[in-house]
């Protein structure tokens, strides 16, 4: 903090640990904050990861660091280096796994915006546990959460947009149903279809339910995919809904 002189911005709270939280609480609400360094100026999001990066040592170190960075759409940069036995692997920063353009960051965080305006609890509850599930290494948790809060978020819109009628409608395919036949979930653009038809919904659904939650039968790379698919398909429904609201 002194290195950096942001005293005036996190106020020092008696121990380095309450301390390190006020920091991460500053840096995750001003994740753009420009920090001057030896290296130029740098965002205050981007110092804090190089610092977690320089402070590991152990595999388990990286892998969890590395876990975290996947669920936003980074990847650890490693170098190869000869060792005395075997080659070694050194972490010398991280890269954007996906193109900018795909934003995953920016939608998780508008996502959950979105979640808490509209007092959708429940639902963020399956988001944040897929996530946790995620970094400890539970993929098929992971996978299991992804599909209960899609199927979460599509009740909650359907409830909150057409209380009356949704309250009649019990499972969560009649209530996708319903949004299809409401013009919320568009047919024409092939969103949702009723039968076997080729539409992204229900076939996001079937994907989202292949597997089960029986240890050994998913990965990571999969959990981290299906991940991403339910936050960008959450995100544009949520602002379908804010414009839906507004009329």
């Known amino acids: 903090m002194i290195e950096h002189n942001l005293q005036s911005l996190v106020t020092a709270q008696g ?17 753009d904050y420009i920090v001057k360094t030896d290296y130029g100026d740098k965002k205050i999001s981007d110092l ?12 388990e170190d990286w892998s969890k660091v590395e876990r975290y960075l996947n669920i936003d759409g980074y ?31 920016q939608s998780a965080s508008e996502l959950e915006e979105l979640l808490s305006k509209n007092n959708f ?11 946790k599930n ?3 290494e539970q993929w098929e948790a992971a996978n299991s ?13 359907a409830n909150k947009l057409y209380p009356d009628e949704a309250a009649t409608r019990k499972s969560g395919l009649a209530k996708r149903q319903l949004l299809a036949d409401k013009g ?25 339910h292949t597997d089960g939650s029986h240890p050994g039968v998913s990965t990571h790379e999969d959990a981290i995919f299906r991940l991403q698919l339910v936050v960008v398909t959450a995100s544009l429904f949520l ?9």
């Open 15 to 31: 121990t380095i640990n309450k301390t390190i939280l006020e920091l991460k609480i500053f840096a995750t609400s001003n994740p």
């Open 48 to 59: 804090l990861i190089e610092y977690a990066i320089s402070r590991c040592e152990e595999y």
């Open 75 to 105: 990847s650890l940069i490693r170098e190869k280096k000869e060792g005395l036995f075997k080659p070694k692997f050194i972490v010398t920063g991280y890269t954007a796994s996906l193109p900018s353009f795909a934003q995953i960051a």
């Open 121 to 131: 609890i429940t639902t963020m509850r399956h988001l944040e546990s897929a996530r």
């Open 134 to 136: 995620i970094v400890q």
């Open 145 to 157: 959460q992804c599909r209960t809060f899609l199927e979460s978020l599509t009740d909650e819109i």
């Open 184 to 208: 919320f979930l568009s047919r024409e653009k092939h969103e949702f279809g009723d039968g076997n038809g080729q539409t992204f919904l229900p076939g996001l659904v079937k994907l989202l």
């Open 239 to 247: 602002k379908r809904l804010e414009l839906q609201k507004g009329k």
